[in-house]
Every structure is written in C-alpha cells, then in structure tokens.
C-alpha cells in the first residue's frame, strides 16, 4: 500500500497516504505573507488578501456641499429670526406691564376722586338740609312770634291790620292764633272781609 505501482506509462503513481497535506491557516498566512514579501523585491505590487480589499472612495459632489451650507445658512436665519422675535416679545411684555401698571394707578387714582366727589356732594346735602333745617326753624319761631304778638294785641287793632293785609297772609295769621283769639279778631273786621276769610279758613282745614 505505501509503495507507489507503476502506471502504464512507467511512471509512478502515488498513493493518498504518500501524497503531501495541504498547509494549515497559519501556514497559509505565512505564505501569504511570503509571497507579499517576495512580490515587494521583485517590484512587483502585492496581492491585496480577502480583508484588505475595499470599495473605490466615493467623493462628495459638490451640489451636496452647496445644499448643506445653504440649509445652514438658513438653519442659521431662522435662528436669528427666532431669537429676535423672542427679544421683540420681551420688549412687548415690559410695555404691556408698564401700561397695566399705569390703567391701575389711574384708577385709584378716579376712584379716590370719585369718592372725594360723593363725600364732598354728601357733605353738601347735609348743609343744605341744615340750612333748610335752620329757615324752617326761624320761619316757626316768626310765626310763633307773631301770632302771640297778635294774640296779647287789642281785637280791634289786630282787625285792623288784618284788613290791610293779603288775603294768604292774614289766613296764616288766623291759623296760627288760637280759635277763641281769632273769632274776637274777626268781629271786629268789616263783614265781606271776615266771611272771605272765614271761607278761606275753612277751604283750607285739612
């Protein structure tokens, strides 16, 4: 079986046992390693292994690199545009405040006017029913006055002014004396006189 047997040609033939092995993983990059080596001192350009191989390098066009740079700039002024929108909004805030600040001090400013105004109409009133308070109070004491004036007077003489006198004045006097004062008053006035105002006392007695 080792032997080798010759062929028909006269030539030996080798069996599977004689033949030699193939080289291992390592002996193979050894090898390659080699024959780079060797291929390097002939001048010759080194076979490139499975791993080394690459794809050509692919450029940038240059339409790429113009539409980058350009939708920079434009990244960039939309940027800016934002940031000076923001700025105008600020700006726009602060008057905003300033106005608000300013309506609330005008209107406490109008609403302490409008209640000096009331407080000043009130006080005005007051005074006014006071004084009107005060003529009422004089006009009674008047009356009262005259009708005890003409109450402690001579019938005949108070007749006589009663005659003299118009018609409104000498009925508020009548009323204001006492009846018994007023009927000796008016025996003494001319009789179409005293029935006038005796009509009149009557007309109006509530």
């Known amino acids: 079986m080792g032997q080798a047997s010759p062929n ?7 069996s599977q046992e004689t033949l030699p092995a193939p080289p291992s993983g390592a002996q193979q990059v050894a090898l390659g390693d080699g024959q780079r080596s060797a291929a390097g001192q002939n001048g010759e350009s080194p076979v490139p292994t499975g791993k080394e191989i690459q794809g050509p ?7 790429v690199l113009a539409m980058l740079d350009q939708r920079k700039r ?9 940031r000076q929108n923001e700025e105008r909004l600020l700006v726009l805030r602060a008057e905003v405040d300033k106005l608000l600040a300013q309506n609330e001090a005008m209107a ?29 109070r004089l006009a009674l004491e008047q009356k009262a ?13 108070a007749a006589a002014r009663l005659e003299r006198m118009p018609e409104r004045t000498a ?14 008053i008016l025996a003494q006035v001319k009789p179409e006189r005293a029935a006038k105002l005796t009509e009149q006392l009557l007309a109006q007695t509530p």
């Open 8 to 14: 028909a040609k006269g030539k030996p033939v080798l």
């Open 171 to 184: 009925i508020q006097i009548l009323r204001l004396v006492k009846t018994k004062t007023a009927g000796a």
């Open 57 to 63: 390098a692919l450029g940038v066009p240059q339409e």
């Open 108 to 136: 406490k400013r109008i609403e302490a006017a409008v209640a000096k105004e009331e407080q000043r109409a009130a006080g005005q009133k007051t005074a006014q029913a006071k004084a009107l308070l005060e003529k009422e």
């Open 145 to 157: 006055q005259l009708a005890k004036m003409y109450e402690t007077m001579p019938p005949e003489d």
């Open 74 to 82: 434009s990244l960039d002024r939309r940027e800016e545009a934002v």
